[in-house]
């Protein structure tokens, strides 16, 4: 497609229980990086990849968060027993190459998800 | 590591006032440099973007220049609408290692009002 899709728009759960969250990119474009939106405005990359291969994975909280790209799939990133600091909204985003870091990303809708 | 900083918001303008959002980076080699803005209860869209030192950015009345010898992309527009009211965000993409990822200010809230 010619946006990055992403569901559910939004997602409630209760302190403990899993999330997951899904990303189409763009299609031909190589690289998805998944960001996290606290307090409002403060951005925090979590995860890139390249296809179906991660590609920087820094911004990764290891112990409950994961996150795979499949072929034929869309992208998912799974909060296992979530924490109220969880609570964000999770941004997806696509770019067709990282040759010369000039290509620009493209971001979706975004995912709210909300810990009670 | 690789940091950008922005003005505090939020900026309250009156329609066809002058902006002006200051922000300036720390990184090592010659990053991208990008504004992005953020509607309420939206993605981020690309405003603006440099890939190297000098270049100006610019797109729907908006305006900003690579400045190595500051650091600095800070973002103008000649007059303001009260559509322009958002959240904007300035960033860079790092070169080298970096892996890509973009690294957010902590974005500058505008308010336009009639």
């Known amino acids: 497609g010619e946006e990055v899709a992403q569901t559910p728009k939004h997602l409630v759960r209760g302190e403990g229980q899993k999330a997951k969250l899904y990303c189409a990119p763009i299609k031909g474009h190589s690289y998805v990086f998944w960001y996290q939106q606290v307090l409002k405005n403060e951005f925090k990359f979590l995860i890139s990849f390249q296809n179906e291969n991660v590609f920087d994975e820094t911004g990764m909280p290891k112990e409950r968060f994961s996150a795979k790209c499949l072929p034929n799939s869309p992208c998912s990133l799974e909060i296992q027993a979530t924490k109220l600091e969880d609570s964000a909204v999770y941004f997806c985003a696509s770019s067709q190459s990282n040759t010369g870091f000039t290509y620009e990303q493209y971001f979706g809708p975004g995912t709210r998800l909300t810990v009670t | ?114």
């Open chain 2, 1 to 114: 590591g690789d940091s950008v900083t922005q003005m505090e918001g939020p900026v309250t303008l009156s329609e066809e006032a002058f902006l002006t959002i200051n922000c300036t980076y720390t990184a090592t080699g010659y990053p991208s440099l990008f504004w992005y803005v953020q509607y309420p209860g939206e993605g981020l869209q690309l405003l603006l973007k440099a890939t190297k030192a000098d270049d100006k950015g610019s797109n729907k009345g908006f305006e900003a220049t690579y400045r190595k010898e500051t650091t600095s992309f800070h973002l103008e527009k000649g007059s303001v609408q009260v559509s322009d009211s958002a959240v904007y965000f300035c960033a860079l993409r790092g070169r080298g290692n970096q892996g890509g990822k973009l690294i957010f200010g902590q974005g500058t809230e505008l308010s336009v009002k009639p």
